[in-house]
């Protein structure tokens, strides 16, 4: 099969660039995803644009610089850039840690395709719309959290070569600028609410890999991809849109409502959900993460789906993970139970604090959560995980500590299945979101507003100076050290209750007193005034820091679901068979 030049390739940059040349303590900023600080992982989108691209006759490849980055010490981006020439590259950027990274690969691709245009999208490069567009290196932004027919539209454009009026202009969420610099901001108008024509999974990604020989370019976090993609768990979205209003959230029901102008969530089919499971289950047997709760529309839709799946359950060794967004009654556990042979659940109440978590936009009791726990066990559920937060509204370091006991209750009563993880609200605030637009009510106060702001502070050598708030009750200061206190606690707790080993415990108590004292050097260096002298100090704890680069309080292996022990988990020859029955009946249906 040979390589033939994509119409469009999708560049997931990484949050510093290059990340590789700074010194920098990134702190436990990425310790609750799978990622590294990073952020390694793009968007879920790119394979909903990818697949309805590629259906509609237009050529996609993703390309993960941060992963290729991380992969090697030796991976050359700007000769990966200069090697392609596509119609147009598109750059994330979604999370606001990639403000800094995003833009310096968009330098990249001008100064050695300077008419090769590119488009930016995702949550953040629409808040900063305005302020993005008079980057040099951005042509067009595409507003919103659904950029799949737009995109189509801008592509095709983009490949007739037309500027006129009826080329851009009339494509929908469209910020632009034509041959003079001109700057315009077409109506923000496509919000779909119904997004069945659109995949969620690795399917079509999958294939794209093996298209452009670049599975390493595919892999959407370190550690994916290697040994034949051991751990490749793969993601299926249930909606655009949240039904739900957390206050921190910038993708709450009122957040994207301001800026992105959806007014409701739009869900997926549940019988779609279900085939998308059982599909990516036929080329991997690794975790499935079903993102959002199925049953935000309702216990009827969530039937559906698991029904769907229950169909297939001899046939799907896989791992599914559920999220709650709320605690659920009995009977949804149950109908899990019985749909799906392996399944894992996870949910964030932020505090122990049932005021706390209510002023979060989460009105629950911690005895819901606590049955929630014991309904899934008894049923059979691998794993519990439990998300708690440092930097909320109304929370002390006292309270945050005493989350800390709490979790320590829950591994007494449910054993090593309970999972907890406590984490600091880092780096950023989400723009957008309730609390961020309304300060004084939540008694937040942002120190970062610009697009610019964000950039610089993705480049501060400890996290502590990138934080982009503070709160009544705590500084960036105070976050940070309860942070690690909480850190140092709960390492201590779970290796009572036996959910590490002694190493495991050993070695995170290590890390997080070496960041610790790492924190307190830099601080010292931060005062020194002449800064040349103050960046060669910086750079001489370089080593030191990337000891701790992956994460600080939690391992990342503490955060894997089960996957098929002694087997490749990625099905390899299969989708190539796929692959080549799709090619003879695509060539079938044209001789006929």
Not at 52 to 69: D, H, K, Q, S, T
Not at 165 to 172: E, K, L, N, Q, V
Not at 187 to 209: C, L
Not at 258 to 276: K, M, S, T
């Amino acid at each position: 099969m040979s390589l033939i030049n994509p119409h469009l390739i999708l560049l997931h940059p990484p949050a510093v660039y290059d990340f590789r040349q700074y010194s920098v303590l990134y702190g436990p900023i990425a310790d609750g995803v799978p990622s590294t600080p990073i952020f390694e992982i793009y968007p879920i989108g790119f394979f909903s644009i990818m697949e309805y691209l590629e259906r509609n006759g237009m050529r996609v490849r993703i390309i993960n610089l941060a992963a290729r980055m991380l992969a090697s010490d030796d991976f050359d981006v700007e000769k990966m850039i200069r090697s392609v020439e596509p119609k147009a590259f598109g750059i994330d950027l979604h999370f606001l840690p990639h403000a800094h990274g995003s833009i310096e690969i968009a330098k990249i691709c001008k100064r050695y395709h300077p008419d090769i245009p590119v488009i930016f999208g995702g949550f953040s490069a629409t808040y900063f719309y305005e302020e993005l567009i008079h980057y040099p290196e951005v042509d067009f932004i595409l507003r919103g959290d659904s950029a799949e027919e737009p995109l189509l539209m801008l592509m095709r454009a983009i490949i007739r070569h037309s500027r006129a009026a009826y080329g851009f202009s009339d494509i929908p969420n469209l910020v632009w600028k034509d041959d003079s610099s001109e700057v315009h901001t077409n109506p923000f108008t496509h919000v779909p609410t119904e997004i069945n024509k659109f995949s969620n999974n690795y399917v079509y990604a999958f294939k794209s890999a093996l298209k452009y020989r670049d599975i390493a370019g595919l892999a959407p976090y370190h550690g994916w991809s290697s040994e034949w993609m051991q751990y490749p768990i793969t993601p299926v979205i249930t909606c655009r849109g949240c039904a739900y209003n957390c206050i921190f959230c910038g993708g709450s029901r009122n957040a994207l409502a301001n800026y992105c102008n959806r007014e409701r969530p739009a869900f997926r089919d549940p019988h779609l959900i279900a085939e998308d499971i059982v599909k990516i289950t036929r080329y991997t047997k690794a975790p499935v993460f079903v993102i959002g709760d199925i049953r935000q529309p309702g216990q009827e839709y969530a039937r559906t789906v698991l029904e769907g799946v229950k169909k297939a359950k001899s046939q799907i060794g896989n791992h599914l993970v559920f999220e709650l967004f709320t605690p659920a009654p009995e009977e949804h556990f149950e109908l899990v139970a019985e749909s799906v042979e392996n399944f894992n659940f996870e949910i964030s109440p932020d505090s122990h604090d049932e005021s706390i978590r209510a002023a979060m936009g989460k009105r629950y009791k911690n005895a819901e959560i606590e049955d929630n726990i014991r309904w899934a066990l008894d049923l059979g559920c691998n794993r519990f995980d439990l998300f708690f937060m440092i930097g909320l509204a109304f929370q002390t370091c006292e309270s945050a500590m005493a989350t800390v006991d709490w979790c320590g209750n829950l591994m007494d009563k449910f054993g090593t299945k309970a999972v907890p993880f406590i984490l600091a609200y880092s780096p950023f605030l989400d723009p957008g979101c309730i609390a961020y637009e309304n300060l004084e009510k939540f008694g937040y106060k942002i120190l970062f507003k610009t697009l610019e702001e964000y950039r610089k502070a993705m480049l501060a050598p400890s996290w502590k100076y990138a934080l982009n708030y503070e709160t009544e009750w705590m500084t960036r200061a105070q976050i940070v050290d309860c942070t690690y206190r909480a850190g140092l606690k709960l390492n201590k707790l779970k290796a009572e209750y036996g959910l590490i080993d002694g190493h495991s415990f050993t070695t995170t108590e290590e890390r997080i007193k070496r960041a610790i004292d790492l924190t307190a050097r830099i601080d010292e260096i931060k005062g020194i005034k002449d800064a040349s002298a103050q960046q060669e100090r910086l750079m001489q704890l370089k080593p030191e820091l990337d000891t701790i680069f992956l994460s600080i309080i939690n391992e990342k292996k503490q955060m894997e679901w089960p996957v098929p022990v002694g087997k490749r988990t990625f099905r390899v020859f299969r989708l190539l068979k796929q692959m080549m029955l799709e090619y003879l009946h695509a060539k079938h249906t044209k001789m006929y």
